[in-house]
């Protein structure tokens, strides 16, 4: 089946370590990734990872695959007040249709 | 500018009338895709249109209707618009076929804010 779940909801303070974690469901997901949606925006590809990953650096930003547990993670190093926007993951299964399935997102809130 | 692009911004419209969102992307992308983010942001896929062949159409009501006159183009029209149409459309596109597929993922235009009244 295809279900990505996500928390609804992260407060962090400035300049500390945010968190944000997904579970997907279909094992045969291709690639996995993270964007950012900022108020009355669309959504930005941050980063992603292929599923013979398990860690992928980028700046600021460490994404952690587990696959056995299905579970993915995006840490952001020394959060930002501009950091502040909704997280969704996505998988992208391995069929012939190319669609992504989108997780509900996480609103990261970072206060001063 | 290398974008996707989606005109208008805001439609607000009564019940029952009949309106189009485009969508253009210069980025030489083979594939396109509607999606729908309702009031909870939860997003959803319509349609998808690879080389302008329809690929993926989810269950939408046939009140929706894509056309993609061409592979840079995926036009979306809605006919009698309800209440429950109100929410963000974003058009999005990626390379998927041969050596351009590197995982890159969706472009997404900035949306269009529909609101039926």
């Known amino acids: 089946g295809e279900d990505v779940e996500q928390s609804l909801f992260l407060s962090v303070r400035e300049g500390d370590s945010s968190v944000i974690n997904c579970t997907y469901t279909?094992?045969?997901?291709?690639?996995l990734y993270w964007y950012k949606q900022e108020p009355g925006a669309g959504l930005q590809l941050l980063t992603y990872?292929?599923?013979?990953?398990d860690m992928k650096q980028d700046q600021r930003l460490t994404v952690l695959l587990n696959k056995k547990d299905k579970h993915l993670s995006l840490r952001i190093a020394d959060t930002q007040t501009g950091d502040s926007a909704i997280y969704f993951c996505?998988?992208?299964?391995?069929?012939?249709?190319?669609?992504?399935?989108f997780g509900s997102g996480t609103r990261l809130l970072v206060r001063p | 500018d290398t974008a996707v692009s989606q005109t208008p911004k805001y439609l607000v419209t009564q019940m029952g009338n009949d309106k189009s969102i485009k969508c253009e992307q210069n980025?030489?992308?083979?594939?396109m895709y509607w999606y729908k983010q309702d009031s909870k942001k939860f997003l959803k896929i319509m349609f998808s249109?690879?080389?302008?062949?329809?690929?993926i159409n989810e269950t939408v009501p046939n009140r929706f209707s894509p056309k993609s006159p061409d592979k840079a183009h995926l036009n979306l029209h809605i006919n009698s618009l309800e209440l429950g149409d109100s929410a963000v459309y974003f058009c999005?596109?990626?390379?998927?076929?041969?050596?351009?597929?590197?995982?890159?993922?969706?472009?997404f235009g900035s949306g269009t804010r529909l609101t039926v009244v």
């Open positions: 999005a596109s990626s390379q998927v076929a041969g050596q351009g597929d590197v995982g890159y993922g969706y472009t």
């Open positions: 980025l030489g992308h083979d594939t």
């Open positions: 996505a998988e992208r299964p391995m069929d012939s249709s190319y669609k992504l399935i």
């Open positions: 249109y690879n080389n302008k062949e329809l690929i």
């Open positions: 279909d094992s045969s997901s291709t690639y």
């Open positions: 990872i292929f599923s013979n990953m």
